[in-house]
């Protein structure tokens, strides 16, 4: 009974304020109508009030999911693996694409350079999105590392981003040989801006590792998330859900056990020793 | 370039105007044009400078930390929003080492490379606390400025085109009016020398060409009543020329006859066929035609009794008057011929009257003289006494026929040249040894000079006068004898202090058989007269009784 009346008020709690959902740059484009749309449907699925609040990278998302200015943020596995250790985030669900769970951490480069591998980019300008990116960054830094090139030094220079859809653009327009992004994020802009991705080309991949999880901070009430996961879960299932789902490049969500993570886990603590 | 000048110059009005037209345009508006498009040019790029330079500064602190941050893709985003600035065309920021931090053509200009600076770029420096931590570099796109400018200069040379055709449009239509206004004055004046009268258009616009052509058609019909009254003139004074028995000349001054009236035709000559020609042709004589030849050269007037000669060569006289006239001379020739023959005629009328005035005398004179015949025809026996009667009375008679002989019969002899002296001296050669018998003083002035007329009617005159003279003084009486020459006069002058002729005797001195003195016959001042007439000249005497007489011949010679 007990038990009941601690859920029962941890919901109705849930319900007396706005949950914060963090959105960084670096994996969403900032498509305020879709996060709108997606904010709205699980309000409208769950009964909680959403609001979004938008970082410009994972550190600020940390710091924020870490103070408590966001509840839910949907963040990259790295990041995830770095805060579930640190502060005890929680994963929420996985975005399913038509790969599964996973995605990958794509070289890529314009369809009319010669660069094969991510190695033959040495002395030339090359983008990173977020340092604490798996795809964007630990991935492409864990082969580089494996295969005796620092990164900083390898690339003359190495930019950063602090957005796929960014490092998309930067080879787009020339200003950068190549760069390594979210699969994911390649995709869906090869679905809404084809002539971009015309334009490119995909000469490496990194993974499969486990896609960018929506993860919850630790101060958010369990139930509460339950109830969200629950909605998240069953999204693809009505026609809303999967409109919504299709303008943000998924198909849907699912959920992951947390060491289906430990293989970035594994790059991350490989790349602190090194440097 | 002569040639063109040339053509330029015998162009049509038209031609002229249009090209004014067109040169004014070209050289006014077309500059004008030009200017104020690059004008315009300059001013649009300043504004290009002073948007991309505010933008920079408006975003001064953003740039320093891009380039201090390394902040590459956010740069480029900077300058690739910069290089969307309308007339930028490249914008590159460099660090401070010319580092390329971020282009807006990242292909060429890659992110790190060293960026030459190069003369065609524009920089401006990015300060933090007055030290310079890069620049920004950029271009200006001239095709953004030619794209605006251009459609510009299209629409200038258009219009200066447009305007040019305009002008010379204008140049031909102002042309076609004022070759329009200009034929119908031309038409006046046309019908004018036709002889009719102009006919104005009423056109209803008023400027100074339709002034121009009133003006010319109140001028000619002004004109023309004018020359109405000039023909009128013309032929009233032609007609009134022609009807002259008179000849008229208009002579140049080498002789030439450019005009003559009608009355040339009584002497067989045509007006045609005198005009150019000199006017000797109608001259007899050498002497006409020399004395009216020089008083042309000296531009002097002349008047004398002239022959004249027609077709048939049958010779006439005439009173020839020359007097300059402007540049030519105006010589008339009126036929005195019939008043030659009257003239002529009365003096053979005087002479018959004379003649029977003459005879009374001669036969008063002759009875006289055979008086003292008859007389001692009544004698039977003569003596010595008688016989000296008779034989001076023979004498007598002989001296009056003898005198009368050469009154009546005056000796005609062609004129010629001879020298004053030559005169004087055959005459003194008779009557020195009077001259010295009776001891008179005889003072000559004689100019030496050359006579042309009949030397033996001068001698005859002068030796009447001087004997006249030597018969009037007494004593050691006194004669001047002057020959002289007074322009194309010859003037002889005979003076004696001697007893002068009384008053009442003065008229009648010149009359035949006029004496106070018994032994002579009359008739020698009569013989004086007569060949001073002959010789045309003038005969004059003044005479105090007791002081005496000077006797004054004036002849051409």
């Not at chain 1, 798996?134 to 190495?158: I, M, Q, R």
């Not at chain 2, 007006?271 to 531009?299: I, N």
Request: charge should be positive; proline fraction near 4%.
């Amino acid at each position: 009974m007990v038990v009941l009346f601690a859920l029962l008020l941890s919901v109705l709690l849930a319900f007396g304020r706005d949950i914060k959902v963090g959105f960084t740059a670096v994996i969403t484009r900032e498509d305020v109508k879709t996060i709108k749309d997606f904010l709205d449907y699980l309000s409208k699925k769950t009964g909680f009030s959403f609001s979004p609040v938008f970082a410009r990278s994972y550190d600020e998302m940390d710091f924020y999911l870490f103070n408590g200015k966001v509840d839910l943020a949907y963040i990259c596995g790295a990041p995830y693996v770095e805060g579930h250790k640190k502060y005890g985030y929680y994963l929420v669900a996985v975005p399913l694409t038509s790969k599964g769970p996973y995605y990958y951490s794509y070289v890529i480069t314009k369809k009319d350079r010669p660069y094969r591998s991510i190695l033959d980019f040495e002395g030339k300008p090359y983008a990173f999105s977020d340092p604490k990116s798996n795809s964007g960054s630990v991935a492409p830094t864990y082969f580089l590392l494996k295969n005796g090139y620092f990164p900083t030094e390898f690339f003359k220079p190495l930019i950063y981003t602090y957005s796929h859809y960014e490092s998309i653009m930067a080879v787009y327009k020339g200003f950068v040989e190549g760069a390594s992004v979210d699969s994911i994020v390649y995709e869906h802009t090869s679905l809404v801006a084809p002539h971009i991705t015309n334009k490119l080309k995909v000469i490496q991949k990194f993974g499969p590792f486990p896609a960018t999880p929506i993860v919850a901070s630790k101060r958010l009430d369990p139930n509460t998330v339950e109830v969200i996961k629950s909605a998240l879960l069953v999204m693809h299932q009505d026609e809303e859900g999967r409109k919504i789902l299709k303008n943000m490049g998924i198909l849907g969500f699912t959920y992951l056990e947390p060491k289906h993570y430990e293989t970035i886990a594994h790059m991350i603590s490989y790349i602190k020793k090194i440097r | 370039m002569k040639a063109f000048a040339e053509r330029l110059r015998k162009a049509s009005i038209g031609l002229k105007l249009s090209l004014t037209f067109v040169f004014v345009i070209a050289l006014c508006s077309l500059p004008m044009s030009l200017l104020t498009i690059n004008y315009l040019s300059n001013k649009l790029k300043q504004h290009v400078m002073n948007t991309i330079e505010e933008s920079v500064r408006s975003q001064k602190d953003e740039f320093i930390e891009l380039i201090l941050m390394e902040n590459y893709w956010r740069a480029f985003n900077k300058i690739e929003a910069l290089s969307q600035i309308p007339g930028v065309k490249e914008v590159v920021l460099v660090d401070a080492n010319n580092r390329v931090v971020a282009s807006s053509d990242p292909e060429k200009k890659t992110v790190g490379s060293y960026f030459p600076e190069g003369p065609d770029y524009l920089k401006i420096p990015i300060e933090s606390y007055s030290y310079t931590i890069g620049h920004l570099y950029y271009q200006i796109k001239r095709e953004y400025i030619e794209g605006i400018v251009s459609p510009l200069r299209f629409i200038t040379l258009a219009f200066t085109f447009l305007f040019t055709l305009v002008g010379v449009l204008l140049g031909v239509l102002v042309s076609l009016r004022i070759k329009d206004r200009l034929g119908q004055v031309r038409e006046m004046i046309e019908e004018f020398k036709r002889g009719g009268m102009p006919i104005k258009k009423d056109v209803w616009e008023r400027d100074e060409l339709t002034e121009l052509a009133d003006f010319v058609h109140k001028s000619l019909s002004d004109l023309k009543g004018i020359f109405s009254n000039l023909e009128f003139a013309r032929n009233f004074y032609e007609s009134l020329f022609n009807t002259l028995q008179e000849i008229v000349l208009i002579l140049d001054e080498t002789g030439s006859i450019y005009f003559c009236n009608k009355a040339v035709e009584n002497y067989g000559f045509s007006v045609e066929a005198l005009l150019g020609r000199k006017v000797g042709v109608l001259l007899g004589g050498p002497r006409e035609r020399r004395e009216v030849r020089e008083s042309l050269r000296q531009k002097g007037t002349y008047t004398g009794v002239v022959k004249l000669r027609n077709k048939r060569g049958e010779e006439s006289y005439a009173l020839a008057v020359l007097v300059p006239w402007v540049d030519a001379f105006i010589f008339t020739l009126k036929d005195i011929t019939e008043l030659k023959r009257s003239e002529e005629l009365v003096k053979r009328m005087e002479v018959f009257s004379l003649l029977g005035e003459m005879s009374a005398y001669l036969a008063h004179e002759l009875k006289n003289a055979t008086l003292p015949l008859r007389l001692l025809s009544e004698v039977s026996e003569w003596n010595e006494d008688d016989i000296k009667v008779v034989r001076a009375s023979i004498e007598r008679v002989d001296k009056i026929v003898s005198s009368f002989l050469q009154f009546a019969r005056p000796v005609e002899e062609e004129k010629r040249e001879f020298s004053s002296w030559q005169l004087v001296k055959d005459v003194l050669e008779i009557y020195e040894p009077a001259i010295k018998k009776k001891g008179i003083d005889l003072v000559l002035d004689v100019m030496d000079f050359k006579l042309y007329t009949n030397k033996t009617a001068l001698e005859i005159i002068l030796s009447n006068l001087l004997k006249n003279a030597i018969e009037a003084v007494d004593g050691k009486g006194r004669i001047e004898i002057s020959l002289r020459k007074e322009g194309k006069k010859t003037v002889l002058i005979v003076k004696d202090n001697g007893h002068g002729i009384p008053k009442r005797h003065i008229k009648k001195v010149f009359d035949p058989f006029f004496s106070t003195k018994r032994a002579n016959t009359g008739l020698g001042l009569s013989t004086v007269v007569r060949y001073v007439q002959m010789l045309e000249g003038r005969l004059s005497v003044f005479s105090e009784e007791g002081k005496g007489s000077t006797f004054l011949v004036e002849v051409k010679a």
